[in-house]
């Protein structure tokens, strides 16, 4: 959940503080009055980037309002892995960014440095920045994009919306280290092969020693000990090869290790199968309640138009007319689609608060503008829509049209003040 916000030189905005609380909260003002940058600074606080049609934008330093030399955002918000809340700082300047976390109330940053920074919201908030997009924050223009998706697509969104990404990573990571210890005990047991090998090119241990008693003979035979001290020289060095030989191929490295390394893999083998298995038992265990969640919000909005909203296992949507004729998405009008989303959206994060096995969801949705396209009498739901929204702690809703004033808990109301002057904003 979000507490506060502050931008400092970001974008439009010279210095303002915004405070949040649960519940739903209306963003309103005309267009370009600086809604959606408050997003994108709620988005750059947490990770460092900020994301339009899709891609991060290359160069942050746009961020910066026009003609000066640095920006600020801090965020204050509850993490949901232990309810602390938390302070994070980043600024912008020319060429780079730099980041501070802290505990709330305390002086000392726990963490500093973007990318340590980085990591750690990411474990905080339990979701990294593609589950971000895919579960929180729906940008402009972008409430189609779950039912449009190809069905392999849109599955993985949807995983990604579970938070089932962190496995999916996780196993991939743990088959690699797998195969690092069965390489790793295939190195030592060809270094191995190569030692036995030379091993039987030495002389053995008998043969030593009975040249080094030949040498003590022909000693007392021909009493010339320059050439004899060579050659026994040699024999002693034949003598430590052999043995430093021997060690080796007695030592742990060798005897042990391969098969410590190959048990290990198995282990990573077997570890990763098990990672791999739980996305799907999740998301299994999920969808009876994405289903329902889905079908109920979708009912609610669209009763006097259809009778049912039925997804199939690849999450191919379909709905039904009053008469129950079949009436495929493609179909659909754009109106009609976005509230399909909108309630796949509003499912999953209800299904996720209610039932999740992973750690909880963030407890937020941020919607972008979800009336657009919408007509008017589709618009009537939306009150009731972002209302229903019971489940998750805290809803933003950015909007420039009436509709919701007066159907959320708290607004905060933008009014451009002309060129160059940050807008006024007000609670
Ligand atoms: N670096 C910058 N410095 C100052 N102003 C900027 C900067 N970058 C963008 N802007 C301006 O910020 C304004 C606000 O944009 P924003 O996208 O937040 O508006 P909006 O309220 O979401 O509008 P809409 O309703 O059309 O979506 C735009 O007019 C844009 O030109
Ligand atoms: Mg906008």
Known sequence: MIRRLRMVDFKVFHDQELHFKPGTTAIVGPNGSGKTSILEAIEFALFRGVTRKEKAIKKVEE???????????????????????????RTIHP?????DLFQMGKMEPEVSDPKRVDAEVVRLLGIDRNAFSALTYVRQGEIFKLSRDFPSKRR???????????????????????????????????????????????PTRDEIESALKALVEIEKEIGSRELLDELRRVVMRVDKSLSSVEDELASPRMTQRPEELREESELANHLKSILDAIPDIAEKQLRPHIREEARSLFREIFGDRYSDLVIDDDYDVTLFDIQGNEVPLKAASGGEDVCVNFALRVAVNTALQKYSIAGPPPGLIILDEPGAGLDEERRRWLPDAVQGLQAVEQVIVVTHMSELKGATDQIISLTPQGKGRQPLVET
Do not use: C
Request: charged fraction near 30%.
């Open 95 to 99: 060429g780079e960014t730099n980041a």
């Open 156 to 202: 993985s969104s949807l995983y990604s919306m579970m938070g089932l990404g962190v496995y999916e990573d996780a196993g991939k990571k743990v088959g690699t280290q797998a195969k690092t210890f069965g390489s790793e005990a295939d190195q030592i047991d060809a270094a191995r092969n190569e030692l036995t090998q030379v091993k039987d090119i030495l």
């Open 63 to 89: 961020l910066i309002r026009h003609s000066q030399r640095k920006a600020k955002v801090e965020l204050d918000f509850v993490a949901p892995v232990n309810r602390r809340e938390y302070r994070v700082v």
